[in-house]
């Protein structure tokens, strides 16, 4: 039997003490004191309540926190903080319809807002933007615009002046003048027809240099003549140039002869053609329109709103011409052999090209892309070999490449006068024109 000492509390005394004790220590505090690494989540977790509940009680929209702020635990919850007026400063180029949009309010609450009796405003002045416009709406820039780009058809047998009239969004007259015809000239089933359609196409990047640059250059010690060509320019046109009207057999010219005649800015020779009959070995299509077809399979292709690549053609040669083939595209040049693929010396070459003088050295003229809005145009009297003008291509930082003809063939024009002139007569060249507003064409 246990004895009590009269000094000390008995056993059942500390067990109160300690109960009340506790209780106390535990009670639940009525607010807590941010620390590093706190969040509104690992607070209210920590203290038995929920995220929403813990903004209420500190009049809090967002999750938003700083170390050493205090939060309340408890209580009635506080009132929502007052919103500062949200103020807007006019820039250049600001209007009321603008800044209403940007903070989706109406152009009338803006009006109202600031007691403005018109819609004048000027850069600096600063406007008030009512409520429910406090946060400013995110503008994104379209990444799309429509263009008028006219294509050739051919009239179907159940196609009718009114049909097509509807489907083109025009009217039957309207179409015959486009096309030349009279009001007593019908329209029959196999006629091509000139239509107009508006497009969406990719709104091309802000261009930051000069449409055209020409320079000397000697990469790999090589002396060359460049033409670099920013397809970012809206009136930029690069399509062929043909001795004549349209493509005459037997009929040819030199460089600068072409590049006179035309006004082209700067011209190059174009690919491969029959010495005799100067018919061109590969596809040509010019303003949408298909104008010779071969076997040469890879092209330098350019749709109506400057966008190039050098692609194989989609249409196999036995079921040419087709109106599918180079669907879109407004210029195609075919050409080779293909020297550069994705930044690299390209070596394993089409069967198309089996004439072994075709690899040996000669003076050389290719054309190529650093991008799909870089095009690069590049002339040469050195005697290379396909290989050594592939690394040519690739020093001036080329992505893609297809060699032109060479040898006698080989030449290149800037501003209307031959840098380069071939020593023959050649099919056509390529030749890109600035300050064009005319027709854009696909296919």
């Given at each position: 039997?246990?004895?009590?000492?009269?000094?000390?509390p008995?056993?059942?005394?500390?067990?109160?003490?300690?109960?009340?004790?506790?209780?106390?220590?535990?009670?639940?505090?009525?607010?807590?004191?941010?620390?590093?690494?706190?969040?509104?989540?690992?607070?209210?977790?920590?203290?038995?309540?929920?995220?929403?509940?813990?903004?209420?009680l500190?009049?809090?929209?967002?999750?938003?926190?700083?170390?050493?702020?205090?939060?309340?635990?408890?209580?009635?919850?506080?009132?929502?903080?007052?919103?500062?007026?949200?103020?807007?400063?006019?820039?250049?180029?600001?209007?009321?319809?603008?800044?209403a949009?940007?903070?989706?309010?109406?152009?009338?609450?803006?009006?109202?807002?600031?007691?403005?009796?018109?819609?004048?405003?000027?850069?600096?002045?600063?406007?008030?933007?009512?409520?429910?416009?406090?946060?400013?709406?995110?503008?994104?820039r379209?990444?799309?615009?429509?263009?008028?780009?006219y294509?050739?058809?051919?009239?179907?047998?159940?196609?009718?002046?009114?049909?097509?009239?509807?489907?083109?969004?025009?009217?039957?007259?309207?179409?015959?003048?486009?096309?030349?015809?009279?009001?007593?000239?019908?329209?029959?089933?196999?006629?091509?027809?000139?239509?107009?359609?508006?497009?969406?196409?990719?709104?091309?990047?802000?261009?930051?240099?000069?449409?055209?640059?020409?320079k000397?250059?000697?990469?790999?010690?090589?002396?060359?003549?460049?033409?670099?060509?920013?397809?970012?320019?809206?009136?930029?046109?690069?399509?062929?140039?043909?001795?004549?009207?349209g493509?005459?057999?037997?009929?040819?010219?030199?460089?600068?002869q072409?590049?006179?005649?035309?006004?082209?800015?700067?011209?190059?020779?174009?690919?491969?053609?029959?010495?005799?009959?100067?018919?061109?070995?590969?596809?040509?299509?010019?303003?949408?329109?298909?104008?010779?077809?071969?076997?040469?399979?890879?092209?330098?292709a350019?749709?109506?709103?400057?966008?190039?690549?050098?692609?194989?053609?989609?249409?196999?040669?036995?079921?040419?011409?087709?109106?599918?083939?180079?669907?879109?595209?407004?210029?195609?040049?075919?050409?080779?052999?293909?020297?550069?693929?994705?930044?690299?010396?390209?070596?394993?070459?089409?069967?198309?090209?089996?004439?072994?003088?075709?690899?040996?050295?000669?003076?050389?003229?290719?054309?190529?892309?650093?991008?799909?809005?870089?095009?690069?145009?590049?002339?040469?009297?050195?005697?290379?070999?396909?290989?050594?003008?592939?690394?040519?291509?690739?020093?001036?930082?080329?992505?893609?490449?297809?060699?032109?003809?060479?040898?006698?063939?080989?030449?290149?024009?800037?501003?209307?006068?031959?840098?380069?002139?071939?020593?023959?007569?050649v099919?056509?060249?390529?030749?890109?024109?600035?300050g064009?507003?005319?027709?854009?064409?696909?296919?």
């Open positions: 039997m246990f004895k009590c000492d009269p000094m000390r008995p056993l059942r005394l500390y067990a109160l003490l300690t109960v009340l004790l506790t209780g106390a220590a535990m009670a639940a505090p009525t607010a807590v004191k941010v620390h590093t690494g706190d969040t509104l989540f690992k607070i209210a977790t920590r203290h038995g309540m929920t995220v929403a509940k813990l903004r209420a500190n009049g809090l929209k967002g999750d938003t926190i700083r170390v050493g702020q205090t939060l309340r635990l408890k209580g009635a919850a506080a009132p929502p903080r007052a919103q500062r007026p949200t103020v807007h400063t006019v820039r250049s180029g600001d209007t009321l319809s603008i800044i949009g940007r903070y989706a309010v109406s152009v009338g609450a803006l009006k109202s807002a600031n007691s403005l009796r018109g819609t004048t405003i000027h850069a600096g002045q600063r406007l008030r933007v009512p409520k429910g416009g406090s946060a400013p709406v995110v503008v994104r379209p990444t799309t615009e429509v263009r008028v780009i294509s050739f058809i051919r009239m179907g047998v159940r196609d009718t002046a009114d049909s097509l009239a509807r489907k083109y969004h025009t009217t039957p007259d309207a179409l015959r003048r486009l096309n030349g015809l009279s009001s007593r000239k019908h329209m029959v089933p196999g006629m091509k027809l000139l239509v107009a359609q508006r497009v969406p196409v990719p709104i091309p990047p802000r261009a930051t240099g000069r449409a055209l640059t020409f000397q250059l000697t990469p790999l010690n090589i002396p060359v003549q460049l033409v670099r060509v920013d397809l970012r320019h809206r009136d930029v046109l690069v399509a062929p140039v043909l001795p004549h009207a493509l005459v057999f037997g009929l040819g010219a030199r460089v600068g072409l590049a006179q005649r035309s006004g082209a800015r700067a011209l190059i020779n174009g690919s491969y053609f029959h010495p005799q009959t100067f018919a061109p070995a590969g596809d040509i299509v010019m303003q949408g329109r298909m104008l010779t077809w071969g076997r040469i399979p890879m092209a330098l350019i749709t109506p709103d400057n966008r190039a690549t050098i692609r194989a053609s989609t249409t196999p040669l036995l079921r040419r011409p087709l109106d599918t083939t180079w669907r879109g595209m407004e210029t195609v040049i075919a050409t080779g052999p293909r020297i550069v693929t994705g930044g690299r010396v390209h070596t394993n070459y089409s069967q198309a090209f089996r004439d072994p003088a075709l690899f040996g050295r000669a003076a050389r003229s290719a054309v190529g892309l650093s991008s799909n809005r870089d095009l690069v145009m590049v002339s040469t009297r050195a005697r290379l070999t396909t290989t050594e003008m592939g690394k040519v291509m690739t020093r001036l930082g080329v992505r893609e490449a297809l060699l032109l003809d060479g040898g006698s063939s080989a030449g290149l024009a800037w501003n209307g006068r031959a840098v380069l002139d071939s020593v023959r007569k099919s056509y060249g390529i030749g890109v024109f600035t064009y507003t005319g027709r854009r064409y696909a296919r």
